[in-house]
């Protein structure tokens, strides 16, 4: 059990639904594996890609970003932004050797405590099966 | 910037157990004091007590603090209260961070408390590592447009207007409708008085009179919303009424040839093209229903005062205003088709078609129809409903009104037919509060209460007069079968029918049940997500009279303060351009506030290019940032760099 790999998650959560989700998580107890790290950014299309390829290749073992539902964007459609962006950071996973699993993006609203805690708790199930980054190994 | 010495100092909350009973506080602090820059390590029992906060004040002396962190709750909940101390001891207030221990931590890890530990030692590191490279902002000042905006002219906007217009701003009620009241002027009593709902509305309305700072628009509806707190920019669209004010003589109604069914009483009476909804509706002079009228101009010619246009159209208002409050009210559940017998009989009645039917001014002049033997009130149609599937959309809340409505019409009925039988079957009674009066009585007047299973609902089996209703009784474990002589389904409250529209112009955000949420569910509850937006009333959740009309006082009070201050801050989290910046402008197209413009300028004899930011435009979301290749463009706060420090601390383990 001490030996079992633990995935570290870099996950940055849009300010005005994703991190009160997570914060409702809290609130209503919602048990998941402390494996997640949090960064409160404004918006997910503030995200740049660096800061995920250099998350993912320097010791994260996956990356979350995760904004307001379509239609719900406190910005007015920053979140649809993010989702292009997200397509563009798949094909760059490709290119750096790194699994589709490593990275995701989602849409968890402030009421979808639960939600959060499925999807760090989903990611981190997916990634102790896909192992460490191949960046942490060397 | 210059080079000063970094000296953070940090703060770890115990917040009662709530922390402290997971994680090893001691551990943290002495971690955090460990950490690079950090000059001051401590812990309270209460960060947010305000000896905690004095702390702070004196420790930024003391120790010649330069930034502070906080690890204790989310900071939308404290991180004003701690930006304030920071200031109160001398520093820039964007001079803080916090980490999140607890709703991200604690909370949520306590089944494992050495990792949790450790998680808030990390989170801690990334909150230092952002604070050493934060940079003192001073927001902007705006001047503020000193009247309001009201969106909804039912209860609670009614209210929320007048009071809006009596501390001196002036105020636009605007209501997509062509009369004001909203849904209550339709019932026929209110509980505890003999006042009409129609009557108490008239006192409303009658006030909207008297004061020179309302404007009443009736038939507007809002188009879109520009700008922000203290700045908004509201577009309406006015559907014609095709009346001007008049004197209310009627001979155009008397005239008018088309007959329609009349919403109002929802169908049991007829109305002409040409209508009032009742005697005394406000704006007191009739409109005209367009989808049904011929226009044969007999109101026309029968009109002495030339106040009907026929050939009307749509109307563009724009509105400056400081600040909204939304007060859209909520939709009465309307049952499926055959649901408890609903459409099969007019002996099945839904609460609020009752309400019209005993109302003595009504369209059946308060009798119900038909011989009254045993009326059958069926608790929670349309609430409280169950999913059968995960993607299944149900009313999953208890409407909180229906109850109540229940048993005042219940003792109604049993004081107009004392030899009647009248029954309540109901899941849970929820006459809350004074209420419990209402339920009381019409326990000593002989209504009849059957508790049923909510998977076990009475059976409505419609006959030609009346029907047949079969309920498991809970207590006795009996099914017992009554001959009703009428049903009343005591249906409940779903989001207003234009909810999504009210959504999308004011960019609110929806609760899990579809109503409007609010900023924060305890603290905040008339706030919404866009700041300078209030909210009021049903459109929030389901509401009674009293606190829908409470509510809109509430956020007319709550309104009045941006608009008193007379200028407010603008967040100063806004994109800057950097020197890197080289004006290949592709963040011109992805911004979102249309905030970015490409400028030209001469530097060494050289012509060069860079973009510019409107500050007042500029939303602070950050795809600019993030879609810049070269660094060119940063969200103050929320900078590149910062975002990087963070996501290498949390790395550093």
Known sequence: MTDEFEPLIVAFCCNWCAYAGADLAGVSRKKYPPNVRIIRVMCSDMVHPNLVMNALTKGADGVLIAGCHPGDCHYGGGNLK???????????????????ERFRLEWISTSEGNKFAKVVSEMVAD???????????? | MTEEELRVGVYVCHCGT???????????????????????????????????????????????????????????????????????????????????????????????????????????????????????????????????????????????????????????????????????????????????????AAVLTDALEDEKNISVHTGYEAESLNGYLGNFTISLVKKPRFVKECSNCGRCIAVCPVETDNEFDYGLSMRKAIYMPYDSAYPNYPAIDMSVCKKCGECVNACAESAIDLEAEDEKLDLSVGAVVIATGAKNYTPKDGEFGWGKSDRVLSLPVLERVLD?????????????????????????????????????????????????????????????????????????????????????KGVVFIQFEGDVPPEVNVLKKGAKVVVSDVLSRESFEIPASHVVLATGFEPGADADKVLEVFKLNRSADGFFQEAHIKLRPLETSTEGVFIAGACQAPKNLVESIASGSAAAAKAAVPLSMGE?????????????????????????????????YEKDGELKKTVEVNEALCKGCGVCMATCPKKGIDVRHFTLDQLQAMVDAALET
């Open chain 1, 82 to 100: 993010a989702e292009e962006r997200a397509n563009a950071i798949m094909l760059m996973l490709e290119d750096f050797g790194l699994e589709p």
């Open chain 2, 568 to 600: 407010v801050e603008l967040d100063p989290a806004k994109a800057m351009v950097t020197e890197f910046c080289d004006g290949c402008a592709i963040c011109i197209d992805p911004c979102l506030g249309k905030a970015i413009t490409l400028v030209e």
């Open chain 2, 18 to 200: 709530n922390i402290a009973g997971v994680v090893d506080v001691d551990a943290v602090v002495e971690y955090a004091a460990s950490l690079p820059n950090v000059v001051h390590a401590t812990k309270n029992m209460y960060m947010c007590s305000l000896p905690a906060q004095s702390g702070i004040k004196e420790d930024i002396k003391k120790h010649s603090l330069n930034r502070v962190v906080v690890a204790s709750c989310t900071p939308k909940m404290h991180e004003p209260t701690f930006r304030a101390a920071v200031q109160a001891g001398g520093l820039n207030p964007f001079l803080y961070e916090q980490a999140n221990i607890r709703e991200h931590c604690a909370w949520v890890h306590a089944d494992q408390p050495e990792r949790a530990t450790e998680k808030a030692k990390d989170l801690v590191r990334m909150a230092v590592a952002k604070a050493r490279l934060l940079s003192p902002l001073n927001p902007k000042k705006i001047a503020v447009i000193r009247s309001a905006l009201v969106v909804g002219g039912g209860p609670a906007g009614l209210r929320s207007a007048a009071d809006l217009a009596s501390r001196g701003f002036e105020v636009s009620l605007i209501e997509k409708s062509h009369f004001l009241g909203g849904n209550a002027v339709r019932s026929a009593s209110l509980p505890f008085t003999d006042q009409t709902p129609r009557e108490a």
């Open chain 2, 360 to 444: 003595k001014t009504g369209p059946t002049k308060g009798r119900l129809k038909g011989k009254v033997e045993n009326v059958v009130f069926i608790g929670c149609v349309g609430s409280r409903q169950k999913k059968t599937s995960e993607e299944e959309k149900v009313n999953e809340y208890c409407s909180r009104i229906c109850c109540t409505e229940s048993v005042k019409n219940a003792i109604h009925i049993k004081d107009r037919h004392p030899d009647a039988g009248v029954f309540y079957l109901f899941r849970d009674i929820r006459t809350y509060g004074r209420d419990e009066y209402l339920y009381r009585e019409a326990l000593e």
């Open chain 1, 127 to 138: 990634l102790k099966k896909l192992g460490p980054s191949p960046y942490k190994r060397g």
